[in-house]
């Protein structure tokens, strides 16, 4: 009887195109999603991933299109066809890239009109958290930004707002709330104040849903975001892959 010879082992820092949706935690043990990573998306192995691993075992690896590390189960890389592969990111100009908001926000109706629910750490279809939106529409047209929130405040170019006056924004604007010291959540900006976002069901509505930063927008869910309003930002450029903190 021939013996089926076993997968060969995936060496440290090679880089592979997933075949198949895959989830990304965010530590080694634990069932806490730091991301997902959809079919056909790239992955740089920080660690070899050996042949035969033990029930369970994940290994560190970093996302090539936004550079987002996190862990992978070895299971889940070695059952699927991985291909090797070459990341080249796509560089636009903000021109280029605000020719495609049109199907940004294209992306991110379709999302909100699917049964969908909130999920910390979605970020394929039908559930996501609220950057994991953010970046889905982005990535939809081929515009890759980072995958938290804080990370896209960073990225993005800023733009003047408050609850008050929000007159500077565009469709496809990014508006971030949170803390005075660090940016918890993102929407995606339609028009005239008003954005969409996907929310926890503690403080949201716990699905994709839009409100406004008008203060005429007494609902619950708007005043709490208003309230923790920090500012906006503009997608000029698209991510390189390198490393984020």
């Not at 189960?73 to 796509?90: E, T, V």
């Not at 609220?130 to 929130?149: E, K, N």
């Not at 006056?165 to 339609?190: A, I, K, N, Q, Y």
């Not at 028009?191 to 069901?201: A, E, F, I, T």
Request: with cysteine; hydrophobic share 35%; proline share 7%.
């Amino acid at each position: 009887m021939t013996s089926t010879p076993s997968p060969p082992a995936l060496e440290a820092f090679s880089t592979w195109r997933l075949t198949r949706n895959t989830p990304g935690y965010g530590q080694r043990h634990g069932l806490a999603l730091g991301t997902q990573a959809a079919a056909g998306r790239l992955l740089l192995l920080l660690e070899a991933v050996p042949p035969n691993p033990a029930p369970g075992a994940r290994q560190r690896v970093r996302l090539a299109e936004d550079g987002y590390p996190c862990f992978m189960d070895c299971h889940d890389l070695l059952s699927q066809q991985l291909q090797s592969a070459q990341y080249q990111p796509l560089l636009l100009t903000s021109s280029a890239i605000q020719g495609r908001l049109g199907e940004v926000l294209g992306f991110a109706h379709q999302a909100m009109a699917t049964e969908n629910r909130y999920l910390l750490g979605g970020t394929h279809a039908p559930n996501y958290d609220c950057s994991g939106l953010v970046q889905a529409a982005f990535a939809h047209v081929g515009v890759w930004i980072p995958r938290d929130a804080y990370q896209q405040e960073r990225f993005c170019q800023p733009v003047a707002i408050s609850a008050d006056d929000f007159r500077l924004l565009r469709p496809g604007d990014l508006v971030f709330f949170g803390t005075p010291e660090h940016c918890t959540h993102v929407g995606l900006h339609l028009d005239q104040g008003r954005y969409m976002h996907s929310s926890s069901s503690s403080h949201g509505h716990g699905r994709i849903a839009v409100d406004a930063l008008d203060q005429r927008d007494t609902s619950p869910v708007a005043s709490h975001y208003r309230r923790h309003l920090r500012g906006a930002g503009r997608v000029v450029r698209c991510h390189d892959g390198a490393t984020l903190p």
